[in-house]
T-cell receptor
Framework: DADVTQTPRNRITKTGKRIMLECSQTKGHDRMYWYRQDPGLGLRLIYYSFDVKDINKGEISDGYSVSRQAQAKFSLSLESAIPNQTALYFCATSDDGSGKAYEQYFGPGTRLTVT | SQKIEQNSEALNIQEGKTATLTCNYT??????LQWYRQDPGRGPVFLLL?????KEKRKERLKVTFDTTLKQSLFHITASQPADSATYLCALEGNAGNMLTFGGGTRLMVKP
């Protein structure tokens, strides 16, 4: 089974709708991240969480919110979707940094289209 | 402003040749730099990490160099194969500490 799973894998929604993207991990990592990817722009960080009680805004948090329900679960919500939120969304995890650098493990992505 | 630049044009090479991809950055002082591979429609997969005090790192057919004076990393794939065709992303520690910032990626196409 995959270490990092995302649901749904594909979603088409209308402008103004609320939508939630879910991420679960079995790696036992404390740190979780949400990114969006747009063609030519690379991955941009939306929100990150270093443990269940810690939530931090990333580079592009406007229009998004998150919830860390448990160590293994991190959800991303679009409160009122707009067309320029159409993108590929990735969840990632990493081990506790403790001053060291650790690689990130990515989920398979959710392709979101807002019409 | 902070920038991480990778060649946005696809790199086309012949099977068996060495592919060299470049990652340049400005206004960062990263303690480390990472390279990831991404296949279409899939999440990035970690390949290699190199620290600021390391000049070179190797893993099988992969080699990464890190020049903090030039603010550049080079990623080499020797004896390239069509299966190496993918987009390669560099990522470095942002100035916020322990957070990764990604470049836009370079697509590599290896032709048989």
């Amino acid at each position: 089974d995959a270490d990092v799973t995302q649901t749904p894998r594909n979603r088409i929604t209308k402008t103004g709708k609320r939508i939630m993207l879910e991420c679960s991990q079995t790696k036992g990592h404390d740190r979780m991240y949400w990114y969006r990817q747009d063609p030519g722009l690379g991955l941009r960080l939306i929100y990150y969480s270093f443990d269940v009680k810690d939530i931090n805004k990333g580079e592009i948090s406007d229009g998004y919110s998150v919830s860390r329900q448990a160590q293994a679960k991190f959800s991303l919500s679009l409160e009122s979707a707009i067309p320029n939120q159409t993108a590929l969304y990735f969840c990632a995890t990493s081990d506790d940094g403790s001053g060291k650098a650790y690689e990130q493990y990515f989920g398979p992505g959710t392709r979101l289209t807002v019409t | 402003s902070q920038k991480i630049e990778q060649n946005s044009e696809a790199l086309n090479i012949q099977e068996g040749k060495t592919a060299t991809l470049t990652c340049n950055y400005t206004n960062y002082s990263p303690a480390y730099l990472q390279w990831y591979r991404q296949d279409p429609g899939r999440g990035p997969v970690f390949l290699l990490l190199i620290r600021e005090n390391e000049k070179e790192k190797r893993k099988e057919r992969l080699k990464v160099t890190f020049d903090t004076t030039l603010k550049q990393s080079l990623f080499h794939i020797t004896a390239s194969q069509p299966a190496d065709s993918a987009t390669y992303l560099c990522a470095l520690e942002g100035n916020a500490g322990n957070m990764l910032t990604f470049g836009g990626g370079t697509r590599l196409m290896v032709k048989p």
